[in-house]
């Protein structure tokens, strides 16, 4: 077995050249005269724990959800609420268009079908998310649902309780026409 090396003289290479002027100015005082003007540098209100707010911030929180948080995000953002499967969610959702009322049963079948690899989506976690973005538990109805405010109140909860999201135009939910088909996902 024949073995090879390859040298390679990299001391003529200009960062090599910049790495040994760093070094030598760290040994000659530069570590010292960095310290001090770091001690003596007026930071003004600068604080390490106040996190400044930005929309590209934003988007990486918004980018980061998983579970039914990500796929209620993906309703929000087109304004489409799944079909009713059946005739008694139905009769709920008709109570009130613009305030629809979404059983957590089938937000969950719904929301499985759409759920990355390996993620459970629970009833609690739709009820949790809800509670938090303050829509009305209608507590005598079987299925179990929740009363959610208009869309544009939907996505101004939204910006307030999570991360600010940059939304279209539309005003008013509609019904997807996607639900059925499970080839073919919205998001």
């Known amino acids: 077995m024949v073995s090879t090396s390859f040298m390679v003289d990299t001391s003529s290479h200009p960062r090599a050249q910049l790495h040994r ?9 530069g570590l010292q005269a960095m310290l001090h003007d770091l ?7 600068w604080h390490p724990r106040r996190i400044v707010e930005t929309q590209a911030r934003n988007d ?4 980061s959800l998983a579970g039914f948080e990500r ?3 993906d309703i929000l953002r087109t304004g489409e609420l799944p079909e009713p499967t059946n005739s008694e969610t139905a009769r709920l959702r008709q109570m009130d268009e613009q305030h629809p009322r979404l059983s957590t049963s089938e937000l969950k079948e719904y929301a499985q079908k759409y759920a990355l690899p390996g993620e459970k989506i629970t009833t609690t976690e739709i009820g949790l998310l809800f509670n938090e973005l303050g829509y009305k538990k209608i507590e005598d109805s079987r299925p179990r649902c929740y009363q959610v405010p208009t869309l544009r109140d939907a996505r101004g909860g939204w910006d307030v309780k999570r991360a600010h999201e940059r939304w279209d135009s539309t005003a008013c939910w509609s019904l997807s026409g996607r639900a059925r088909n499970n080839d073919v996902g919205p998001f």
């Open 21 to 29: 002027c760093v070094e030598r100015s760290a040994y000659d005082g």
């Open 39 to 45: 001690q003596n540098r007026e930071l003004g209100d």
């Open 60 to 63: 990486q929180k918004n980018a």
């Open 71 to 73: 796929i209620w995000l």
